[in-house]
């Protein structure tokens, strides 16, 4: 089965703190991406990539950067984190770019910036 | 962007069917139909996906409308465990995954 895994189920950081989010997959995966997800609005793209060292911006890519060193690792980073983005944060990773392609989740990280 | 409709909740007694309707009127021709659900806290799970033809897996049927402009995911013997937040999306050729509110899921026993 694919696995993907993510660092921390809950994490409690405080304003202008920088956050990191790890996010690994076992599949060989080509691409991976990274969405919040927040009551009523659903989850929302933030950035994805599809190769190691490549990255896209998503819908929502304000106030986040990523990084993909290694093809299976891809991490969310927050600058500088703010209360707007307390947030459920889920890890995806697809084989290839393909309209029938599936997306296997992570269980998500609940953040919380006081 | 083709979006979906689909309502907000619904409600299910134990081993029975259920039929999920979601409406994509604005769908095009290359657009696959996606189906995932998300069970309380854990991240979403793939449930079935076609584009003209209605499919079968383990997991349940998807029925596709002739005109592709709706569409119903059919969980043939719903149980506790089916209880989840159910997303309909459609993949374009940008290859968004674009997930609404979906349709929350209410299996009573």
């Known amino acids: 089965d694919v696995k993907v895994t993510q660092s921390s189920r809950y994490l409690v950081k405080r304003t202008g703190e920088k956050v990191f989010l790890e996010c690994v997959q076992d599949m060989d995966h080509e691409n991976m991406f990274w969405y919040r997800q927040d009551p009523g609005l659903g989850l929302r793209l933030i950035y994805f990539?599809?190769?190691?060292?490549?990255?896209e911006k998503g819908d929502i890519p304000e106030g986040y950067s990523v990084s993909r060193e290694k093809k299976e690792r891809f991490s969310l980073i927050l600058e500088s984190a703010s209360t707007n983005q307390t947030s459920m944060y889920l890890c995806?990773?697809?084989?290839?770019?393909?309209?029938?392609?599936?997306?296997?989740f992570g269980p998500g990280t609940r953040l919380l910036v006081l | 962007d083709a979006k979906t409709t689909q309502p907000n909740s619904m409600e299910s007694n134990e081993e029975e069917p259920v039929h999920l309707p979601c409406n994509h009127s604005?769908?095009?021709?290359?657009?696959?139909i996606h189906w995932y659900r998300q069970l309380p806290s854990q991240g979403p799970e793939y449930v079935i996906h076609?584009?003209?033809s209605n499919v079968n897996n383990r997991m349940a049927s998807l029925a596709i409308a002739e005109d592709r402009k709706s569409s119903t995911l059919i969980l043939h013997r719903a149980t506790l465990r089916d209880a989840a937040v159910y997303y309909c999306i459609l993949r374009d050729v940008d290859n968004d995954m674009r997930f609404g509110a979906g349709t929350r899921l209410t299996v009573k026993p």
């Open positions: 604005t769908i095009s021709g290359t657009d696959y």
């Open positions: 990539s599809y190769d190691v060292k490549m990255k």
């Open positions: 995806a990773s697809s084989p290839i770019l393909a309209t029938q392609e599936t997306q296997y």
């Open positions: 076609g584009l003209t």
